[in-house]
């Protein structure tokens, strides 16, 4: 196929049908493989979660306790932040407001 033969607008409507394309293969190639684990898993006698190791343990499970939230956003408690890692956007919005970090303490 000659790309250069075609116009702008038949460009577009050719990458729209490959990424729609690539999009259901992708679908399909995922049922595939899903099916060739779960046969492969049940050839000896495993369950996938058995070959997979199933989910982590919860952090409770595991004898760490949750770090308890710090800082909550004045006007939205949902927002919060333990105080560990890089600052909350929310947070660095504040601050550069003039809030002061100890007026956001729990």
Do not use: C
């Amino acid at each position: 196929m000659d790309l250069n033969a075609l116009d702008f607008s038949e460009l577009l409507q050719l990458k729209n049908d490959v990424d729609a394309e690539v999009r259901r293969r992708e679908v399909e190639e995922k049922a595939k493989a899903k099916k060739q684990i779960l046969e492969i898993a049940k050839a000896y006698g495993f369950s996938v979660e058995d070959v997979l190791g199933g989910k982590t343990a919860p952090a409770a499970a595991s004898g760490r306790k949750p770090v308890e939230v710090k800082y909550r956003h004045p006007s939205d408690e949902s927002l919060t932040w333990t105080g560990r890692g890089r600052k909350p956007l929310w947070v660095v919005a504040l601050l550069e407001a003039g809030t002061d970090l100890d007026a956001l303490r729990v």
